[in-house]
Nanobody, 115 residues
Framework: QVQLVESGGGLVQAGGSLRLSCAVS????????MSWYRQPPGKQREMVAA???????NYADSVKGRFTISRDNPKNTVYLQMNSLKPEDTAVYYC?????????WGRGTQVTVSS
């Protein structure tokens, strides 16, 4: 059973930083394409950042230059470093992967950015 567990969310002032972690179990992590999504209050879930098994990355335009996705394969963990946070970054952040064409989501971690 593939499981994803996020951590690292919290309350931060605008301009601050947070680092989210997503620990993965039940799959060969190094093969996984990993993504971070977020769902702001009252809005749809959106992709924030993604990283391939080879380390190539992709970002939503709204976070380019501020967020960095990375992975530590020996630790089966993917990270999202978030800098220069804005109130509009407030959302529940979810970790996502697919294994054998099946989608897996974490339960999410709340990030709140105060102005």
């Amino acid at each position: 059973q593939v499981q994803l567990v996020e951590s690292g969310g919290g309350l931060v002032q605008a301009g601050g930083s947070l680092r989210l972690s997503c620990a993965v179990s039940g799959s060969i992590f190094s093969n996984n394409y990993m993504s971070w999504y977020r769902q702001p209050p009252g809005k749809q879930r959106e992709m924030v950042a993604a990283i391939t098994s080879g380390g190539s990355t992709n970002y939503a335009d709204s976070v380019k230059g501020r967020f960095t996705i990375s992975r530590d394969n020996p630790k089966n963990t993917v990270y999202l470093q978030m800098n220069s946070l804005k109130p509009e970054d407030t959302a529940v952040y979810y970790c996502y992967t697919e294994v054998r064409s099946r989608a897996y989501w974490g339960r999410g971690t709340q990030v709140t950015v105060s102005s």
